[in-house]
Every structure is written in structure tokens, then in C-alpha cells.
């Protein structure tokens, strides 16, 4: 029962919102159990307040599962039943009520008198289009990163720091390296570095150090230094994406600002953000594949690709972009509301 919890935090919310009197409620994830939706939306009706609902992923879709692209399920076109992914986020771990939360998702989610859909992918969006959402109206607008921090830096510090000064580089980042984010294609590629290329993981938990490491992988643990990420992206000849599902992953979006191209698995809206000119697309699970892409990219040099990444991201996806297109919409959608009210 994902998201119909917590009666209480919502009453709360529910008051705070009657304080203010918000011209426009925007929402992001409404996952697990912080708030209970069947109030919200309940409330959002009855105060006929516009909305703009930033999908992150599919749960508001489905009767479970943040995304589906992984197990390849469809059930979500008809009806959620029998899911395959109950133990995935957000999980559940004894009965299978999908059937029930699809139907009461649906119901909820109906009937709202504004509601604007945005996703930061087009894959999303289209998704979102063959969904019971589909009579709303869905514009895109890309994740967005602050350039001020990701962006081309001359420094081989790190480089020297970590004795990879004559070393080839393969960089990859993530909140969390597992099956669905790609780890089986790492250990792949891990067997088949040669003597002068080096693989490098940043994001690790301890299950994921213990598989990776090697002579050849380093693994590095989350860090809470987003100007330490900036670096391991400079120092990079290539990042790597092996994601099995993906929205419109922000690490794309952050290694092309730093100058690095970017290899992905045609997954989702990873492949959005990449073009022959910022990196190469590799069809989904073929290690060998992005190993040989990655490969050829750093035989170009990074040199050829480093200046249109980094200009490409500062133009479409410095997060001062992303910010205008929504002020813009905010303020398309009040100017609507004051015509309905004339």
C-alpha cells in the first residue's frame, strides 16, 4: 500500500497548505510511506489547485514498481498483477496487492482539474502517454546540473595522487552499483582491462568493493564532495554507463560537463544525452561492446570530444536552464487560471 500511509504527516501538510493558500502545488516523488496520496489528491480536487507532477520514474503509473524496463513487464498498460518486482524499491515483502494499488492509483490520480506531467526524458514521456495518465498533458524538461562546479578543469592532481598518471582511465558513478545499474557489465569489463587502462567505481557499497576490486578496478565510496566528483570526472578519458534502467541519469550530464564522453547502454533516457559527437550508444548488456567503445573513444583522444561535451551540457542542461523552463511554466499555467477566473 505504497503511498496511501502516514494520515497524520498529510493532516499536517493539508493545514500548512490551508495557511498559504499555494497558487500551484508542484509535486516530485510521492513514493513509500511519508504522505498518503489519497488525501492529497483528495484535497488538490477539492480546492481545484493547478498542479505540475515531475515524474522521476514510473511508480505513479504502476501498481508497485518504480520501473518496470529492467523484468521487461507491460502489466501496467492493462492492470498490475502477479508482480515480478515486489523486493524492488519501494519494497514489499509478503502479500502482493499490486492488483488493488493499480486500481486505487488510478482512481486517485483521475479527475484532476489541472494537472500538467513533466519528465525529464522523452522515453518517460511516451511512457507516461500509454499510461491511465495519458490524458494529461506531459512536457519534457531535462534534469538540470550546476555547471559552476561541473565544467572543464586542468588539474592532473588526481591523476598523480592516485598513480595513474600514464594510465587510461574508465570512469563510472552511481548511488548504488547492483545488478540493475549494471554491476555484471562491470566485472565484465574489469577481466578484459589490459595492463594500461584502469577501471574506476565510484559510488560503492561494501558488497560491490568486494566484487570489483582488483589490480585494475579501484572502488570508491560515495562521496560527499561533489567538487572531489568533479575531479574524478576530469581525470577521466570516459565514462562509462551501464545502466539496465534509467531515466535521464544526471551522471551523464555531469561527465559531458566536465569534457569526458560519455559510452551508454541503449536503456530508457540514458541514450538522450548522448550524440556521435559526445560519445557512442551500446545496445543494452553488451560489455565487450562499450569495452571496444570506450576504447576507441580514448584512441581519439579525449581532446576531440572534451570541448563540445562541456558546451553542449552548459547549454542544455546547466540546471539555470531547467529553472526558466518551469518558472515559465508556472507562470503559464497562472495566467490560465486567472482567464478560467474572468
Not at 493532516?11 to 504522505?35: E, G, Q, T, V
Not at 554491476?183 to 559510488?203: A, F, H, Q, T, Y
Request: charged share 25%; aromatic share 10%.
Amino acid at each position: 500500500m505504497h503511498g496511501f500511509y502516514n494520515e497524520y504527516e498529510t493532516r499536517k501538510l493539508i493545514k500548512w497548505m490551508d495557511k498559504i493558500h499555494p497558487d500551484i502545488i508542484h509535486l516530485h516523488n510521492l513514493h513509500n510511506h511519508y504522505i498518503h496520496v489519497g488525501m492529497l489528491f483528495e484535497y488538490i480536487k477539492s480546492h481545484h489547485i493547478p498542479v505540475i507532477w515531475t515524474l522521476h520514474d514510473c511508480w505513479p503509473m504502476t501498481g508497485h514498481c518504480a520501473h518496470f524496463d529492467y523484468v521487461g513487464c507491460e502489466k501496467w498498460k492493462c492492470g498490475c498483477r502477479h508482480c515480478p518486482s515486489l523486493k524492488e524499491y519501494p519494497p514489499t515483502w509478503f502479500i502482493d496487492r499490486t492488483r488493488q494499488n493499480y486500481a486505487r492509483k488510478k482512481a486517485t490520480f483521475q479527475n484532476v482539474e489541472s494537472l500538467t506531467l513533466v519528465t525529464p526524458s522523452k522515453w518517460l514521456a511516451n511512457l507516461t502517454r500509454e499510461s491511465f495518465l495519458s490524458h494529461y498533458p506531459v512536457c519534457v524538461i531535462n534534469n538540470g546540473i550546476d555547471t559552476t562546479i561541473f565544467h572543464l578543469q586542468e588539474n592532473d592532481d588526481l591523476r598523480i595522487r592516485m598513480g595513474l598518471r600514464d594510465k587510461s582511465i574508465l570512469l563510472y558513478v552511481a548511488n548504488v552499483v547492483n545488478e540493475r545499474k549494471g554491476i555484471n557489465s562491470l566485472l565484465e569489463i574489469r577481466e578484459k582491462l589490459s595492463d594500461d587502462e584502469r577501471l574506476i567505481v565510484v559510488g560503492t557499497d561494501p558488497h560491490a568493493q568486494r566484487l570489483l576490486e582488483s589490480g585494475k578496478c579501484i572502488c570508491i565510496k560515495r562521496t560527499d564532495s561533489i567538487q572531489e566528483l568533479a575531479a574524478y570526472y576530469n581525470m577521466a578519458n570516459v565514462f562509462i554507463n551501464p545502466t539496465l534502467e534509467d531515466n535521464f541519469p544526471t551522471t551523464n550530464l555531469e561527465a559531458l560537463a566536465c569534457g569526458t564522453p560519455v559510452v551508454t547502454y541503449r536503456t530508457g533516457g540514458s541514450v538522450e544525452s548522448v550524440d556521435e559527437k559526445s560519445g557512442r550508444i551500446v545496445e543494452k548488456e553488451d560489455a565487450e561492446g562499450m569495452l571496444e567503445a570506450a576504447r576507441a573513444i580514448i584512441r581519439q583522444g579525449k581532446e576531440h570530444y572534451r570541448n563540445y561535451c562541456a558546451e553542449k551540457a552548459n547549454r542544455l542542461y546547466n540546471k539555470s536552464v531547467q529553472f526558466e523552463q518551469y518558472i515559465e511554466l508556472y507562470q503559464k499555467i497562472h495566467i490560465e487560471e486567472l482567464g478560467k477566473q474572468t
